[in-house]
Protein backbone atom coordinates (compact mmCIF):
# COMPACT_ATOMS: atom_id res chain seq x y z
CA UNK A 1 0.00 0.00 0.00
CA UNK A 2 2.72 2.77 1.36
CA UNK A 3 4.63 1.67 -2.09
CA UNK A 4 1.26 2.54 -4.48
CA UNK A 5 1.17 5.94 -2.32
CA UNK A 6 4.56 6.40 -3.76
CA UNK A 7 3.69 5.71 -6.65
CA UNK A 8 0.77 7.65 -7.20
CA UNK A 9 2.59 10.77 -5.49
CA UNK A 10 5.55 10.22 -7.83
CA UNK A 11 3.23 10.67 -10.82
CA UNK A 12 0.80 13.01 -9.84
CA UNK A 13 3.55 15.56 -8.49
CA UNK A 14 6.15 14.57 -11.60
CA UNK A 15 8.67 13.60 -9.62
CA UNK A 16 11.04 10.74 -9.61
CA UNK A 17 9.65 7.25 -7.76
CA UNK A 18 12.92 7.26 -5.72
CA UNK A 19 12.21 10.78 -4.33
CA UNK A 20 8.77 9.55 -2.97
CA UNK A 21 9.85 6.65 -2.08
CA UNK A 22 12.73 8.27 0.07
CA UNK A 23 9.75 10.69 1.66
CA UNK A 24 7.69 7.81 2.68
CA UNK A 25 8.77 7.28 6.65
CA UNK A 26 6.70 4.25 6.33
CA UNK A 27 8.99 2.83 3.52
CA UNK A 28 12.29 4.27 5.17
CA UNK A 29 11.34 2.68 8.33
CA UNK A 30 11.80 -0.77 6.58
CA UNK A 31 14.23 0.13 3.73
CA UNK A 32 17.37 1.34 3.59
CA UNK A 33 18.43 4.03 1.06
CA UNK A 34 20.90 0.81 -0.64
CA UNK A 35 17.61 -1.28 -0.71
CA UNK A 36 15.59 1.31 -2.52
CA UNK A 37 17.94 2.09 -5.09
CA UNK A 38 18.73 -1.84 -5.64
CA UNK A 39 15.14 -2.01 -6.04
CA UNK A 40 14.86 0.48 -8.76
CA UNK A 41 18.00 -0.71 -10.72
CA UNK A 42 17.00 -1.42 -14.25
CA UNK A 43 18.79 -4.86 -14.05
CA UNK A 44 16.56 -5.82 -11.01
CA UNK A 45 13.31 -5.50 -13.05
CA UNK A 46 14.35 -6.89 -16.89
CA UNK A 47 14.19 -10.82 -15.56
CA UNK A 48 10.81 -10.55 -16.96
CA UNK A 49 12.01 -9.24 -20.40
CA UNK A 50 12.45 -12.47 -21.95
CA UNK A 51 8.80 -13.36 -21.27
CA UNK A 52 7.48 -10.12 -22.49
CA UNK A 53 9.52 -10.44 -25.47
CA UNK A 54 7.85 -14.14 -26.05
CA UNK A 55 4.60 -12.94 -25.65
CA UNK A 56 5.12 -10.25 -28.13
CA UNK A 57 6.22 -12.36 -30.70
CA UNK A 58 3.54 -14.88 -30.15
CA UNK A 59 0.84 -12.83 -30.39
CA UNK A 60 2.51 -11.73 -33.82
CA UNK A 61 3.10 -14.92 -35.06
CA UNK A 62 -1.02 -15.75 -34.30
CA UNK A 63 -1.63 -12.50 -36.31
CA UNK A 64 0.59 -13.34 -39.52
CA UNK A 65 -1.41 -16.81 -39.54
Do not use: E, H, M, W
Not at 33 to 51: H, T
Amino acid sequence: AAVGRACAKAAAKGQPLRDALLADKTITNVLTVQKIDAALAPDAYLGSALQFVDQVLGARRKLRR
